[in-house]
Every structure is written in C-alpha cells, then in structure tokens.
C-alpha cells in the first residue's frame, strides 16, 4: 500500500499523482488532478491511451470530436457527477467558467472506442448498506461509470462512492488481484478518514490518494466529515475486474443479516 498526498503543492494546471513514465507503483495507470482557474483550457491528447475525466466540482466545457457539452458540479457531496471516457488518440479541450477541480485516469489501451460522456442521468447508483445491515455502520452510495459490463473495450473501472461521516466502506474487507486507487475529497479541507490495506493503517486526507496493489482493504471517515473519493481499478491482461471480491475469512460472517443481533440479547 502507498498514500501519497501533495496538499499545499497544487497548483493550478494538471498535477500527477502517479506518472508511468517515470513510476506507476504497479498500477498500470496515469492518475491526477487537473485544477483550472476561471477562463482556463486545457488539452489532452493521448496517442496510446484511453482516458476518463471526472468533474469533482465546478463549471466545465468539455468538447472533442466536434462535440461540446456542460458540466456544472458544485460539489461531490450533494450533486451526481459527469465524467467523459475516451479511447486513445481523441483530442479532447476543457474550458473552465469558474474555478474547477477534475479527476484524471489514463492507461495504455490499443483499441480505439468512440468516446462516452457520463452524465448524472446515466450514472449508475447503489444504495448498499441502506437496511440497516450492521447497525447502518456500512451506508454508502456506489457509483459506477463504467466496468467491464458496461464498457469491455476499456482496460480500466472508474466509479465514486459517497462515504457517509464515520460510517464504512470497502467493507467488510476485500481483495482482488486486480490493483485500484482511491482520490480521496471531504466535504471540509480539514476532515480525515482511515484506511485499511496489507495490515497497514494510513490516515486519509482531502485529495489524497491511495494505492492498492494486494491485500484486504476497507476504510472510515470520521464522525462529521463525509468522504468522496473516486475508486479506480485497472484490467489485468486475460484477468479483467468483474465486480469479483474474496472477502476476508475472518470477516465473512459479517454479511449475514443478524450478525449483530447479539448486542441487543440479555
């Protein structure tokens, strides 16, 4: 497990987190934050790579392939989110109104695809832990952009989870051989979570980012603060990521539907 958090080194412009060229920390993607001041552009242009960009907040144009659409997203907590997925070569140009904040994932993907444009009629959401299972302890809303269901062209998942204050998610702890990282936002700069990965405990912050090759995995926000963070996996050549998750033995039994019933007897 890495965390890796540059907080007061952001700058406006496009940030890397994790760069292939020079250290991919065995994720096989491209992930950063790309900060744009009111009148801002900014142009991709990946020759060899396919590349999702998730609006974290603000006014955004997004246009390529002579086509242009809006995207205004306040924040992440009270607002669904857009998120444009191209396939290499796909000359895409960000025009900001006001100040934005974006995600951005890329990774090496041979076959071309015609770009998609997420919008918040088409994300889609899970309301997991919303009977109570665990006391409420597990709430959380799942969004998915797109997965090997959805788009099998693509080499990589993306999707958000809005992470309720100190509840849990990635829970009960899992792995899958596939790696993933998590960007991590609070609804206030100050708020902080905890995750737990490879018997390591790292304390979770507002845009960091998490890096998770092996091992069981979950993580908390803490009381008062709600966690967003955006979840990444990248395909494993012939092992592609099928909402396949090998929960912890130990934990296991936590999924059945009185596992804590036991705290109201005697």
């Known amino acids: 497990m890495t965390y890796l958090n ?94 934005s904040e974006l995600y951005i994932q890329k990774t090496v993907n041979e076959t071309p695809f015609p770009a998609v444009f997420y919008t918040p009629e088409t994300v889609q959401t899970q309301h997991a832990g919303a009977n109570g299972e665990l006391l409420g302890c597990m709430r959380r809303e ?47 700069p100050d708020g902080f979570g905890a995750g737990f990965a490879n018997d390591e405990i790292y304390r979770t912050g507002h845009n960091g980012l998490a890096i998770i090759n092996r091992g069981f995995h979950s993580q908390t926000a803490a009381p008062g603060y709600a966690m967003c963070y955006a979840w990444g996996i990248r395909h494993l050549e012939g092992d592609p990521w099928k909402k396949t998750r090998i929960d912890d033995p130990e934990h296991a039994w936590l999924w059945k539907k009185d596992a804590n019933d036991h705290i109201f007897q005697g």
């Not at 009148?39 to 998730?54: M, N, P, T, V, Y």
């Not at 809006?70 to 070569?89: I, K, M, Q, T």
């Not at 990589?156 to 936002?185: A, C, D, I, T």
């Open 6 to 99: 540059p907080g007061s080194f952001l700058r406006p412009g496009y940030n890397a987190y994790i760069d292939t060229a020079k250290n991919d920390y065995g994720t096989q993607m491209d992930v950063g934050l790309l900060i744009l001041e009111p009148g801002d552009s900014f142009r991709f242009h990946e020759e060899d790579k396919e590349i999702a960009i998730l609006l974290w907040s603000g006014s955004v144009t997004y246009a390529w392939g002579g086509r242009s659409e809006e995207a205004v997203r306040p924040d992440c907590f009270h607002y669904e989110a857009y998120c444009l997925h191209a396939g290499r070569g796909e000359e895409i140009t960000l025009t900001a109104r006001e100040r």
């Open 142 to 188: 799942i969004k998915t952009f797109f997965d090997y269901d959805n788009a099998p062209y693509s080499n990589m998942v993306l999707g958000e989870v809005l992470n309720f204050p100190g509840k849990w998610s990635s829970y009960p702890p899992h792995h899958h051989p596939q790696p993933e990282v998590y960007f991590y936002r609070f609804d206030h």
